[in-house]
């Protein structure tokens, strides 16, 4: 089939134009040796078509036209980013940008190359470059704490000549050190030994290990401790459950909320447990060029001390690249933990939905641009929607990063930049649901309301009640008296009025009501801080 169209004149006048489509077709039947019309059962096979199909699409161009664009050059704004992470959501994730963007990437480099030359000046056999002094150390430490954003500029301005990003940090530290008469002596000793991948997978480790720590994790922390309170607070307010979307077992609001709790909070301490890891082996992990250089050093104790000593898991075997695995540790452990968040959220809104909870308002906020009546649980479905985001670019990054062709290939270096994305949309919506959480007023009314209506939730414990004592038939009793048919405060206490049961029990299961057949829920929500306690260990990276 060969396609046509004639092009229109210009852009500004498309608005309003008419369609002409047109296909002339000179189609030859083949039928197919499989088709009988005559019998379907055997098999049916489409009808073949061979033809020579010529279509011509034309635009015909009505001479209205539509104002044009003005032409410019965007300068990078909230209006003007291409990602909402760095426009319309900047205030809430910005906290993240100097540890994972552009600028924190060549900040934790320079941090790397400064280290290891100090590193260097440590080493006894290395006697070409002494021990600094404090004056010159107190210089190397200053290019580190005083690293601003002119630095990095400075840094992107050399990368135009280079056209290498880690080269581009070297020659700035190079230059920055002409002046240091005590550190111009060794310039040639900033990246000695290293290949690029060796400060770049330091300065991603660092990278992720200072925003977890520093941004992602207090937030975190900050969630789950919202979601406890909710299990504290809401502990002895009972609540139908539902299962399969139908009336269950009654619970409580608390004990609800608790499970979520424990749940965030396990995988919070899953989180925790990722070791960071680095390397500094050279260009293919083997040391060959220090070896060669200096034979008589003991290269990987050497390397793991100097990884170790920026706060890292050291890991010796390797190629050029670390491999990565623990990113796909750690993105996967987040991941969970934005799973069961998006079950919370879901849940947060199906209650909403049931008027369990009501939604504090805000003087001045719209809920529909249209009905005025509706307040949306927006904050919910922002952080459901971001959950959903951040764990596609995670789910990415640990299926990618850990494979590399042969000693290494260039595929991972673009995808770590992104690592910022994941992150980003997770913090937005931990954010979000916080936000959502601070909103909520719980709706006891309409809670009671639906246990008043659901008395039929107490054909489980009598039947149980009933297989105690040896009752006949309990289930099929119970069945009888509740499947298809309204079921009463009334019904149900004439059911029971009838059993042959001890008169304690009966007086017992007369006394039973929706709202108290909670079993242990009520217990659970209040010691659910207890629990967490156990589950929590270690808090950071």
């Avoid at 290990?209 to 992602?216: D, F, G």
């Avoid at 060029?289 to 890292?312: C, M, Q």
Wanted: aromatic content about 8%.
């Amino acid at each position: 089939m060969e396609f046509t169209a004639s092009s229109y004149s210009s852009s500004s006048r498309v608005l309003n134009s008419i369609n002409h489509f047109s296909c002339s077709t000179t189609p030859r039947l083949q039928k197919s040796s499989f088709f009988n019309p005559s019998n379907a059962s055997i098999g049916l096979s489409a009808p073949s078509f061979r033809g020579d199909f010529s279509c011509k699409c034309t635009l015909k161009d009505t001479g209205r036209s539509i104002p044009k664009m003005a032409t410019r050059d965007f300068e990078l704004s909230n209006l003007t980013a291409l990602s909402p992470l760095d426009g319309r959501y900047w205030g809430k994730v910005k906290d993240l940008s100097p540890h994972l963007s552009e600028y924190g990437l060549i900040y934790y480099r320079v941090l790397v190359e400064v280290k290891w030359l100090l590193k260097l000046s440590q080493i006894p056999e290395i006697t070409e470059v002494p021990n600094f002094s404090e004056e010159a150390q107190i210089f190397l430490q200053g290019l580190i704490n005083g690293f601003s954003m002119d630095d990095a500029l400075e840094v992107k301005n050399i990368e135009k000549v280079t056209n290498h990003d880690v080269k581009a940090v070297e020659y700035f530290l190079k230059k920055k050190c002409q002046s240091h008469p005590e550190i111009a002596k060794v310039l040639e000793f900033f990246h000695f030994a290293c290949t690029s991948e060796d400060i770049n997978n330091l300065a991603h480790a660092l990278m992720l290990k200072e925003s977890m720590n520093k941004v992602i994790f207090p937030v975190m922390d900050e969630l789950i401790t919202a979601i406890c309170n909710m299990a504290e607070d809401n502990a002895s307010i009972p609540m139908l459950s539902r299962t399969h979307g139908q009336p269950a077992s009654p619970t409580t609001l608390g004990k609800e909320m608790a499970v979520f709790a424990a749940r965030l909070s396990e995988q919070r301490q899953e989180i925790s447990q990722v070791k960071i890891k680095g390397k500094f082996a050279g260009a293919v992990g083997n040391y060959n060029a220090h070896i060669v250089a200096y034979p008589g050093i003991d290269w990987p104790l050497i390397a793991k001390e100097f990884v170790e000593s920026l706060g890292l898991c050291f890991n010796p075997y390797v190629t050029q690249i670390e491999p990565h695995d623990y990113m796909a540790r750690l993105f996967h452990a987040i991941m969970r933990f934005n799973t069961i968040l998006i079950d919370f959220d879901r849940d947060i809104w199906g209650y909403i939905s049931l008027a369990y909870f009501k939604q504090i308002t805000k003087a001045g906020e719209i809920g529909s641009s249209t009905m005025p009546h509706k307040v949306n649980p927006i904050d919910f479905e922002n952080s459901e929607g971001n959950l959903g985001k951040a764990n596609g670019g995670l789910s990415h990054l640990s299926e990618k990063l850990p494979i590399s062709r042969w000693q290494r290939d260039l595929t991972d270096s673009t995808v770590l930049r992104n690592m910022g994305e994941g992150l980003g949309h997770s913090l937005l919506a931990y954010k979000s649901a916080l936000q959502g959480i601070g909103k909520l007023k719980v709706n006891e009314s309409r809670l009671s309301e639906d246990l008043n209506q659901s008395w039929e939730v107490l054909a489980e414990p009598i039947q149980t009640v009933m297989r105690r004592y040896g009752v006949p038939e309990p289930y099929e009793k119970l069945k009888e008296l509740t499947r298809g048919r309204a079921v009463t405060k009334e019904s149900i206490r004439e059911f029971i009025e009838g059993l042959a049961l001890p008169k304690e029990t009966k007086s017992y299961l007369l006394e039973l009501t929706p709202h108290t057949y909670v079993g242990a829920a009520i217990e659970l929500g209040k010691s659910v801080n207890v629990t967490m306690n156990l589950i929590n260990g270690v808090r950071a990276l």
